[in-house]
């Protein structure tokens, strides 16, 4: 054996470690099997396990054979890693990159074997290759403003592990050089290396960990806050969060658009349930379309909708209530046989100092009410009465088209 019983025991530490993790991502696919990535957490140690098994136990005896080997599951470990934790959010190296990855350094290691008999040379590329490698991949998941406290704790835990393969290698030049593979096993490098794969490589794979359980919980709110048919929040989700914003000390200005489609239970009895599910899903997809990423649209009742627009005035919001008003006038249902045009109802105002959700709800609501008893298929809105000269008021929703299309005023 080349070397001693001690350093052998205490290598088979990580590989023991990074073992349990193998077998508890596989448990966690096996739970939520969307999450493709944890299956290559998993490929990620048990690749680690194998190589370093090959390393300690001299599987091939042969040293040049040996190396060669570990190096390939090393390098295969730490690029299914590196993919795995990329892919979570939705990105990824690419195969070609990997292959390209694994063959070069595979190449340079077996140069530095057969051809050019190196040992430091082979410690260079390995570990500045793979400090590279999970650098570079870190890098691709740099949180943005807003990101999860579990994300941005994955990010910094996974920038520090690639980064430290670096001051880590130094420990191989000067006196602590290593120039024999008899001394290897028992050199300040390689007990560092230990050191730090346990430590590091157990916090990372810790942070992975809660990052797939904070996943896993977000998707469970989401389903639980989301409307089904439309894909907007429903009416607790949509409550919920815009308390939230609505009770933020640094909120400024918002406003509430209420919205409820004209005379919808009419088109359930004519039509059936399936052209009202369908008019529903139509309309909830046309608000989402409007929505910027800090809108917060909800389906509050059977055909009644909400949208809460922070740092957004009246007058810009009663234009998005327009818009979502023209857009669903011009939808055609006519594969149901539905030959009128449906037609919404807006009610729009902007949040008063000090006013909670549930008020602005309420004034919301006597405004769409009056959109509806002024005849339906318009925005009312609080402004001045000069405004509400202008309009030419038809008396039903499914009337010829108006010369104008402006606000309800309320005085």
Known sequence: MIQPQPPIAVSLIAPGIFLVFAFVYCGAWFVERRRHYLLLLALACMLFCIGALVQVLHLPEEIYANAVLSSMFYTAAVI????????????????????????????????F????????????????GYGAILTVASLLIIPRPGTRPVDRALFWIMFVFGVQFIPRTVLTIGPNAVFS????????????????????????????????????????????????????????????????????????????????????KSINDAYGHQAGDEVIRRFGA?????????????????EEFAILMPDVSESDAAAVAERVRA??????????????????????VERRAGERLQD??????????SAKSAGRNRVARTATAAAAAQCDTPAVSDAPARSCHSDVILS
């Open 113 to 128: 074997c057969y051809l050019s008999p190196n040992l430091l040379a082979r410690i260079y590329i390995q570990n500045f």
């Open 360 to 369: 602005l709800i309420a004034r919301a609501d006597q405004l769409l009410y």
């Open 327 to 348: 857009q669903i006038e011009e939808q055609s249902f006519g594969e149901f046989g539905l030959a009128r045009r449906v037609t919404a109802s807006f009610g729009v």
């Open 80 to 111: 299914a890693a590196a993919e795995g934790i990329v892919r979570r959010s939705s990105k990824r190296l690419s195969l070609p990159v990997d292959l390209a990855i694994m063959v070069a350094v595979t190449g340079l290691v077996v140069y």
């Open 181 to 264: 593979a008899k001394t290897f096993g028992q050199s300040p490098f390689w007990q560092a290396l230990q050191v730090s794969l346990v430590v590091m490589g157990a916090v990372l794979a810790f942070a992975i960990l809660a990052a797939a359980f904070s996943d896993l919980l977000d998707d469970l709110r989401r389903e639980r806050d989301t409307d089904a048919l439309t894909g907007v929040l429903n009416r607790g989700g949509f409550e919920s969060r815009s308390n939230a914003v609505v009770g933020r000390a640094s909120l400024g200005r918002a406003s509430l658009i209420l919205c409820d489609l004209d005379h919808f």
């Open 286 to 302: 046309v608000l989402s379309g409007e929505l910027r990423w800090s809108d917060l649209a909800g389906r509050i009742g059977g």
